[in-house]
C-alpha cells in the first residue's frame, strides 16, 4: 500500500500518475514533466512514481498507450451501432476521432501530434495504432462494397480519410483556426467531403 499519503493507495496511484502527467503535458509541454514535479503535484514522496514506473520515457510510453485505449474504446460504440448506415459508421469515425484529440489533448499529442513517440520503435504502441488504423481501412472497404468504388485502392482511401480527421484535429488543439467558426459544422463538414471523394 502506498502509505506517504493517504489519497493514494498503489492501486489507484498510477492512474492518477497518468492523469496528472496529461495534465502536465496540457499545460506545458512534454518537456514540463518530471517524475519529482509529478509527485509533488500528487503530494507523494518522490520515490513513489517510481514504483509504477521506471523513468520518464516509461510515463510518457504508458500516457501514450492509455491515450490509444481510450480512443478504441470511444470509436467501438459507432462501429457496433447496428442502426447505423456503413457511410454513417464512416463519418462517425472521423468525427469521434477529431473530438477525442480536443478532449484529450495531451494523450493525442504523443499518439499523433508534435511531440508522439516513435511507434516504429515502440512495439505496444504500434500495434495499437495499426489496430485502430485497420479499422479504418475494414469500415472504408465495406463502403467501397456498398458504393461500387473497390477500383480504389483502400490503403490511400485510409491515408487520405487519416491526414483530413488528423490535419483538422491538430488545428483545433494548437488553436490554429482563428477565424469565428461553427466547429460541429466544420468537422461534420470535413467527413461529408472524405465521404463524398471516396464516392466520386
Not at 90 to 97: A, D
Request: with cysteine; aromatic share 8%.
Amino acid at each position: 500500500m502506498e502509505t506517504l499519503n493517504k489519497t493514494y493507495h498503489h492501486k489507484n496511484l498510477r492512474p492518477a500518475l497518468l492523469d496528472e502527467a496529461a495534465i502536465m503535458i496540457t499545460e506545458g509541454g512534454v518537456e514540463s514533466v518530471t517524475m519529482r514535479a509529478l509527485g509533488q503535484r500528487l503530494g507523494v514522496s518522490r520515490a513513489a512514481p517510481y514504483r509504477h514506473f521506471k523513468d520518464k520515457s516509461d510515463l510518457m510510453l504508458s500516457v501514450a498507450a492509455t491515450g490509444f485505449e481510450k480512443l478504441e474504446k470511444r470509436i467501438q460504440p459507432t462501429l457496433s451501432e447496428s442502426s447505423l448506415t456503413i457511410e454513417e459508421k464512416l463519418q462517425g469515425l472521423g468525427e469521434v476521432y477529431i473530438q477525442f484529440a480536443q478532449e484529450n489533448p495531451a494523450h493525442y499529442r504523443l499518439m499523433y501530434g508534435n511531440e508522439a513517440l516513435n511507434r516504429r520503435t515502440r512495439p505496444t504502441l504500434k500495434d495499437s495504432g495499426d489496430t485502430l488504423f485497420a479499422l479504418l481501412r475494414k469500415v472504408i472497404g465495406a463502403f467501397q462494397e456498398e458504393t461500387g468504388t473497390t477500383h480504389k485502392d483502400t490503403w490511400i482511401l485510409a491515408y487520405v480519410a487519416w491526414s483530413a480527421v488528423h490535419g483538422l484535429a491538430s488545428l483545433l488543439i494548437e488553436e490554429q483556426i482563428l477565424f469565428e467558426v461553427n466547429v460541429e459544422a466544420l468537422i461534420h463538414q470535413t467527413m461529408c467531403t472524405v465521404v463524398d471523394g471516396i464516392k466520386s
